[in-house]
């Protein structure tokens, strides 16, 4: 066929093969790229609901329950944009502005009682939930 040899024939259909695994290799991680980013966008719907409980932090007279909620939100937050659990620039595009607020709020709450003779500062709490305070620093050099 086409004048040419059964080793030719062979090296050609070799080739051809390398070449359709090749092909369907790219597709599988083309698709797997675009499920792993939908799936990482599904996530934004739970983080957007942790977020829209947490209320105001009066800095004056902080509620010990609201602050360890917000802490708690803003570390999960963090967690999941620094481990790209979740797409960053969807993290940065719909969070950022209400992290900076609260971590700010935080931050300058004054010493608290959270029994057993243990007092911390809203910077003290902070400071033990180091996700939060990463992505806070990268929020504000943007």
């Given at each position: 066929m086409f004048g040419l040899s059964i080793d030719e024939l062979v090296s050609?259909?070799?080739i051809l093969s390398g070449l359709t695994a090749l092909f369907a290799l790219i597709v599988a991680f083309i698709v797997f790229i675009g499920e792993r980013r939908m799936g990482q966008r599904q996530l934004i719907l739970p983080l957007w609901d942790y977020l829209i409980e947490v209320?105001?932090?009066d800095i004056t007279n902080p509620?010990?329950?609201d602050v360890i909620k917000t802490v708690n939100t803003l570390e999960l937050i963090g967690i999941c944009y620094?481990?790209?659990i979740?797409?960053?620039k969807?993290?940065?595009s719909t969070f950022m502005d209400q992290f900076v607020h609260h971590y700010e709020q935080i931050n300058k709450c004054p010493e608290m009682d959270f029994g057993a003779d243990?007092?911390?500062t809203g910077r003290e709490v902070l400071k033990e939930n180091p996700s939060a305070i990463k992505l806070y620093y990268k929020f504000k050099q943007k």
């Open positions: 050609i259909s070799t209320n105001e932090i509620i010990l329950v620094l481990k790209a979740v797409d960053k969807i993290i940065e243990v007092k911390k």
